[in-house]
């Protein structure tokens, strides 16, 4: 039987997306670094190798960008070094 996996699948995007999967019937694995049905680390390709199988469907959701830890991370950084949030930092290639 092939299986669904939601890579990401405890976040935002993944739970929207496995919820609308399950909705339509589908039978989905959801696969995080933790709380999940399988857990992986989605940039980790021996973790990838190991928990996946020939035949699985991926839906790749898995974020390494900023989340709400990030967030609160980046503001206190930010506060830390008494920086405006307007900021301009050139060295991060973004420009207001």
Partial sequence: ??????????????AAATAALRDAGL?????ARRNADLVVDAQDRDSLRRALRPGD?????????LHSNGYSLVRHVVAKAGWAYDRDVPELGCYP
């Fill in 1 to 14: 039987m092939t299986r669904v996996i939601v890579l990401g699948g405890t976040g935002f995007f993944g």
């Fill in 27 to 31: 039978s989905v694995t959801v696969a």
């Fill in 57 to 65: 469907v991926v839906l790749a959701m898995a974020s390494s960008g």
